[in-house]
Structures are given as C-alpha cells and as structure tokens.
C-alpha cells in the first residue's frame, strides 16, 4: 500500500512540474497590422464611374473609375488649334527662307558672271558693288527670317508642353489603383465632387502582415534581421495555430510599453519594438493578437 501511495506521490509532483514549466510560453506578443496607404484624387471634378466596393482585392493598373473630363479635354482641343496655327506659320517661314536661299543663289551666278565681264572689260565696278549690296542686304533678311523661325519654334516647343500636360491631366482623371491590395475603406461614391487630395479609399495589401512584438532588452542577444521565429495564432480558446515569421525590423531605441497593457507593472517596463513579417493564408487580420517564440 505504501508503495503505490508513493508512486501516486510522485505521479502528482511529475504533473505539477510539467504544469509549471515555461517551454509553452511565448517570448513576447502584440497584434498585427498592415502598411496602409490613402489614395487620394490628382483632379478636380465629378466622379462618374467609381467601381469599388470595401473588402474587394483589386490589382495594380486596374481602372476603378474616371473623373469628368470634359473641361480637360475641351482645353486640350484649344491648344491642339494653337499649335495648328503655329505650324502654319512655321510652314510660312520656312518657305520665305526657301525663296530667299533661292534669290542668294540666282545673285551668286549673277556675280560669277559679272566678274568674268568686268575682266572682260564689258561691266563697270558700280554694278558690282550694287550686286554685292543686293547680296548683303538679302543675308540680312536672311538672318532675320531665320530668327522668326527660331522665335516660332521655340512657341512650338511651349505648345507641345501645355498638350502633354493637358494630356497628363487627362489620364490622372482616370482612377488607376497603384498596386494589389484589399480595400479597407471607401470614402466617396459616383457623382460626388472631388478635388486634387481628397481621400478615394484605403488600400492595404494583406498576403504579408505584420505583427509587431515588444521585448525587453535582455531578450535583444536572442534575435537579429531576418531570422525565422515561430508566429502563435489563436485557434481556440485552447489551442493555437503556427505560421512562420521573420524578422523585419528591430527599434534601435527603448520605449515605454504601449499602453495596450494595462497592468501598471507592465506599463513602467522599456521595451523595444520587433516587427515580424508573416505570410498571410487568409486566416490573419489587423489588429488580431498574436504571440512569437524566438
């Protein structure tokens, strides 16, 4: 009888041992979260189709909606005309030029040829001098229509900036979504008038969360960048699911413990921040706990 009391003893103390052992304990904890970004609108207007809905995983380039353009494109249509009769003057005095090219090479022959006269005896100095005047006076206008055509380029260039840029305008009018995510929050809906700045909706993207942890300083020697540590997720009141996580970020100052915990004990510590990158399979969300073992 005493023997099997003993054994009974000892069974109990090995239980109570096992109980109070701290291998199943986590070495820190904190919630998830997700880089969150606004989209907000690059033009004023009315928004006349915006196809969005909160939850919804939309992709990057995919077209959500357009604002009206009209006015947009009713100045670029302006501009467009503009440049048209700038070309026309361009076109103008690059034909000017051509006739005066022209005329100099007609009064080059003309001199070639006066030289062999006055050689000849059969031309005067006087009509050479008038010729060479002819000719100078024609580089002149030369010169001066070339500048006209420089002055017309350079309106040219100035037009073709205000198109792109009418055409710039234009193409932010349309909602574009600048990379895959989930949509956490919509702020406005069709019809609605917007302005350059006004929040569209939130955007996060979901498939990698982060859980950030907070340590004391002497758990510091037990981890570095990019090391793999096990994620604990609830899976019910009594049991936990793991993911794998890795070390994307380590504060390189202390901080008081956020005030998430409440027991004033806890809330004097320093601590340092962790962050914890985790590949989500659909089962984590922001803000939900999770615990990490190093």
Known sequence: M????????????????????????????????????????????????FKLEEGQTIHEGQILGWVDTIQMDLRRKQIVARRNAILTRFDNVKAEIAVQEQQKKNLLVEKNRLENLIEDGAATQKQMDDLTANLDLLDTRIRAVRTQLNNVHAELEVINTQ?????????????????TGTVL??????FEMVGPGKALYKLA????????VYISGSQLSQIKFG???SVLVD???????????????????AEFTPKIIQTKEERVKLVYAVKVQVKNDGRLKIGMPGEVKF
């Open 2 to 49: 005493k023997i099997l009391q003993n054994a009974m003893i000892a069974v109990f103390i090995t239980g109570l041992l096992a109980c109070s052992g701290t291998n199943d304990t986590s070495d820190a904890y904190g919630n998830f979260e997700a880089v969150e970004i606004i989209i907000s609108s690059e033009t004023a207007g009315v928004i006349q189709e």
């Open 163 to 179: 198109i792109e840029q009418a055409e710039d305008q234009i193409r932010r009018a349309y909602l574009l979504c600048p990379q």
């Open 185 to 190: 929050e919509k702020y406005v809906e069709v």
């Open 205 to 212: 993207d979901l498939s990698n969360m982060i859980l950030r």
């Open 227 to 229: 090391q793999k540590i």
């Open 235 to 253: 899976k019910n009141d009594k049991e936990y699911f793991t993911l794998e996580g890795k070390i994307i970020w380590i504060s390189p100052e």
